[in-house]
């Protein structure tokens, strides 16, 4: 996983970061680019610490106490903590942790979620930022669930460091999901969004990373809008597959396109196509496979979706698409 995976495109002014209580510490394994960008610390200078290296001199013993406690009991708590940038500046954060537990009700990870506080404003507007951090941490958490689940259920691992490593990615994926989502401290959650803005954004992050001159990406995203839970799975269907091309398709080429077409149905659903004209998936392969874990991951999306996956293959490449039966509604 490539540090700077989607250094340039995140804009959230909310930052997020994950915890494994599992070692010793309890020691962050995660944060977004607001993370940093908030902090000043480089992601390399925080992976594999506790989040204590925030604090300082005058930084809140009650405060302190109250976020042991809540971790200790491994409850949901919300603090307004002093924290100081890397540079030695203060700054008040407003931070909500929240304990990520399994199926079973064991505990996984611990979430945080922050965001600066401007104590100046006015004490509703600052009512509301309480309110936004915590609809983010929910919508952070059953997401982080989703994956986690996947990872675990379908690679059949549960090796922390192996884990990391898969959910980096998908975590970045559900980020720029956030972001079109506006979830900031001045706009409030939304049951949906507009399915062809946000995989464009998440297209050509993806192909900022993985791609290569002589490969070029043609998107034909109509403007769907499409309820949260349906757009959290299909943009991370499109980020596996989109991954998978890139990496994978143009073996041995100097020149390729990979195409990506969004499209509402007469029912009501989603069409999603994503195609390229590379060296195309062996006759011989079983896919999605079932070996790999983005092909499991792949997978069990679609079948969470209630939706179909067909591969096709073309005069070159292949051709795979995905059928959503409802819930899109085309914007005018």
Excluded at 27 to 40: D, H, M, S
Excluded at 59 to 79: H, M, N, P, W, Y
Excluded at 99 to 118: A, F, S
Excluded at 310 to 328: H, N, W
Aim: net charge negative; aromatic share 6%.
């Amino acid at each position: 996983m490539k540090d700077s995976f989607f250094d340039g495109f995140s804009r959230a002014r909310v930052s997020i970061l994950v915890s494994d209580p599992h070692q010793e510490d309890n020691p962050i394994i995660y944060v977004n680019q607001a993370f940093t960008r908030q902090t000043g610390y480089a992601r390399s200078a925080v992976i594999g610490r506790n989040c204590r290296f925030l604090q300082g001199e005058g930084t809140s013993k009650a405060a302190v106490d109250r976020l042991r406690e809540g971790i200790q009991e491994q409850e949901s708590v919300s603090v307004d903590i002093l924290n100081y940038r890397a540079n030695g500046e203060p700054f008040m954060n407003r931070l909500v942790v929240a304990p990520l537990n399994d199926d079973k009700g064991e505990l996984l990870y611990y979430i945080g979620v922050q965001t600066e506080l401007n104590t100046e404003r006015p004490e509703d507007e600052i009512e509301k930022v309480n309110r936004h951090l915590s609809e983010i941490q929910d919508r952070v958490e059953a997401d982080m669930s989703m994956i986690i689940g996947m990872v675990r259920q379908q690679s059949g691992q549960t090796t922390r460091p192996s884990e990391y490593a898969a959910l980096a990615r998908r975590i970045e994926t559900l980020q720029l999901l956030y972001e079109e989502m506006k979830l900031s401290d001045t706009q409030s959650n939304e049951d949906s969004i507009n399915i062809g803005s946000y995989l464009s954004r998440l297209c050509c992050a993806i192909g900022h990373i993985y791609g290569r001159p002589g490969v070029r990406m043609n998107l034909q995203l109509e403007n769907v809008e499409v309820p949260i839970e349906i757009a959290s799975r299909v943009g991370l269907v499109v980020s596996e597959l989109m991954t998978n091309a890139l990496e994978h398709a143009f073996d041995r080429m100097e020149n390729g396109l990979v195409e990506v077409r969004v499209t509402q149905l007469s029912g009501g659903g989603l069409r999603v196509v994503i195609s390229d004209d590379g060296v195309g998936i062996p006759t011989t392969m079983q896919w999605p496979s079932q070996v790999s874990m983005g092909g499991r991951i792949v997978s069990g999306l679609i079948e969470g979706l209630e939706g179909t996956l067909q591969l096709g293959r073309g005069a070159a490449g292949s051709i795979i698409t995905i059928d959503v039966p409802a819930g899109a509604t085309l914007i005018k």
